[in-house]
């Protein structure tokens, strides 16, 4: 994690991360203000917070109350030498705890980061910099020896010139990556957690059976979605952007609707309008992309090839973004071993789906076949070995396709984790579906997955293979696990060079009768991003109607301005935020593609909130009673936002019964809830203060350093482009 310190006056130092800050001050003593501990008290303190976070961890997953819990630590300091000291971690447990449970929270604060970082004693490196904005890569992992080429299945260069190559490329492109966390739970299974230091919104997550290979899959995933724009999407690229030469690719073209909204001609061919608009009710407005919201502009479209004869078709980002998530992007060392990847997943992915939602029961892999591949099946004993049965299945359908599954159960909870991999090779296959499956768990992470079911409509419902393509956590079917399976175990095997899986995997979808579209790209490295129309979306292609993420244009503007609304303004969002029957639960980050600090009110704004303040506002106090009743009933927020919502409703309640007077309560709720908040409180329900706990910006995005850290990231992405294209970009 990249910490970045500012010198604030005196001795006052100011650390900022993720979307903390931390102030260090040293007492008066030292010649500091004594305004805030100092560094080594946070570090104390980091110790004693760590175990007992693990202690918390501990009792919630036992349903344990934490009550009659407390925890202490004291650093006992050697006369001798200041810097040899002992960290005496003391804990007061309750008489009634079992002594297997008092046994189990001495040894899960054992397993304190903090503590294990501190007694394997961190190596310190001091050097200084020219820039720290573009000193680019933090070392990743150390130098892999001079001459040493490792090769993996269905990579055509050694996972040391891979990654140095792809390291590389986001050096050129200033793009600082740093490793947040590691994980190797058993062995031969290996996952990591890349970020952008200066944008920690743009992250991937890699796994492989070796340390290696599962960064080179991070930072793959990386280039590939910064290749796709994926960081990107459902986000605001500002209005530089948005008015610059282009806005996602210096290829990209732009149709505007007709004057009836139709859809343009140019976008799209016979074959999609058909799957994308079968009922002839989509309209162009509905494709103006998010990012840009650039209405007058029109359809920001994306060239791709049609496979089966080469011709251009253009696809509106809009399009892309609300209906394939990730799916069908990947980064390679050359052009045939990204679209194999890109295939691999495409197939994955849909077989995991028809397997799910037709409740097909696959066959076992025999124990001799698994024999043949001995560290694949020495992390299933692993697994075994913490009490998880595994299940190793052919999800083949019968040798059609080349997919395996790995099937967790966990008899602690009743819980199953069905984890699919796909890859021309059999190995391979196999291999991913086991990495995938830990991939950046815990044996306690594995304590939420969900329990199977025999409804049928729970396991067919889309949101379900959403989940199962987000991170695998749907439901799936108990017929699932019947003995009787539907097709036979076949030990197939679809490999050869890239160029042939390739052609091998074109092959099964022209079998399928299924439409292929390409976009490659070269801006970093080779990646493509492929589109199986009617095969390889994630969601219901209805939700371009329904539930279009180009929603976020009607309201973006006017929540960014809140606070210079006026009343006619204020009455007009409001209007439209109930006439569109949206669910007052879905937070103003995903409704208008702004990343707000989460540690704010902005935050963790839902529309039911942001529909008080403007009721607030606009003096509708007993139409903000009825809500702010909904809030403190089911609304998850801060206990700081429960409270000032809590003396919302006391005051609206008052105000609103003609026999009582607020003059009368006033000082039994200054004693209860603070004057500071009550002044707020009751100037909200007077309208004197508006929108209390909203910061003022608009659509230049003031204060919102987080997703101006975003944008920066974008912008650089956008420079890279527009350079290799030979375009000048005047505004920005």
Known sequence: MEIKVN???????????????????????????????????????????????FVKVYCVSRDISTDGIRLSQNNIVDPENRYNQIFQIQVELPENLSEK????????????TVKKVVQTGPEFKIETVENLEEDAQAMLMGQADEGSKTFILGKDLPLEQTI?????????????????????????????????????????????????????????????????????????????????????????????????????????????????????????????????GNRERGICSIPY????????????????????????????????????????????????RQIIEEEIVLPDVPQDVLNKYPSIVEGIKGLEAQGFPVLVKDASLGGQFPVMCV???NPKTGGVFASFGAHPSFEAALERSLTELLQGRSFEGLNDVP???????????????????????????????????????????????????????????????????????????????????DYSEVYPVEDLIWDNTNKALTYREDILNLHSLNDDALEGLLERLEENQLDNYTDIITLIGIEFDENTVWGQLTILELKILIYLALGGLEDAIELVETFLQFNDNTVERRLFYQAVHAVLEITLDEELELEDFI????????????????GSVTGEVRFFGLTKTSMKLEGLDKHLRLIESYKKLHKARALKAGISLTNQ
């Open 101 to 112: 449970d008092r046994t189990g929270i001495l040894r899960s604060i054992d397993r304190c």
């Open 451 to 533: 329990k199977p079911t025999f409804n049928s409509m729970v396991v067919a419902e889309p949101e379900n293979f959403v989940e199962h393509f987000i991170d695998s956590t749907g439901v799936i079917s108990w017929r699932f696990f019947s003995a009787k399976h539907d097709h036979a175990f076949c030990e197939w095997d679809f490999s050869g060079t890239n160029e042939e899986e390739s052609e091998c995997l074109f092959g099964i979808l022209k079998d399928l009768g299924k439409e292929v579209y390409i976009a490659e790209f070269s801006d970093l490295g080779s990646a493509c991003r492929i589109l199986v129309p």
């Open 667 to 682: 000082a039994n709720l200054n004693r209860m809830f603070g004057e500071g908040i009550m002044n707020n409180v009751v």
């Open 407 to 409: 099937t967790l159960m």
């Open 305 to 352: 090839v049609r496979h089966s004869d080469g011709k251009t078709v253009y696809f509106p980002s809009n399009l892309i973004e609300n209906l394939y998530l990730s799916n069908g992007m990947s980064a390679g060392n050359n052009s045939n071993e990204a679209k194999v990847q890109c295939l691999s997943e495409i197939f994955e992915r849909a077989v995991k």
């Open 7 to 53: 010198f604030l006056d005196n001795l006052r130092l100011e650390a900022k991360f993720d979307d903390y800050t931390v102030v260090a001050d040293q007492p008066i003593r030292y010649k500091g203000d004594g305004s805030a501990p100092s560094p080594f008290d946070y570090f104390l303190a980091s110790s004693a917070l760590c175990a007992a976070y």
């Open 164 to 292: 140095a190559d792809m390291t590389g490329l986001l050096a050129d492109l200033g793009m600082k990556i740093e490793i947040s966390s590691w994980r190797n739970i058993v062995p031969n299974v290996w996952s990591l957690h890349i970020r952008d230091a200066a944008s920690p919104m743009c992250f991937t997550n890699g796994k492989g059976s070796t340390k290696e290979s599962a960064l080179c899959s991070a930072l793959g995933e990386f280039i590939e979605r910064l290749n796709c724009n994926f960081f990107y999407n459902e986000q605001f690229i500002g209005q530089d952007i948005a008015n610059s030469e282009f806005v996602h690719y210096p290829n990209e073209k732009w149709f505007k609707p007709s004057d009836d909204d139709a859809l343009p001609t140019g976008i799209l061919d016979d074959y999609t309008r058909a799957i994308y608009d079968p009922e002839g009710e989509l309209r162009g407005s509905q494709l103006v992309d998010t990012n840009s």
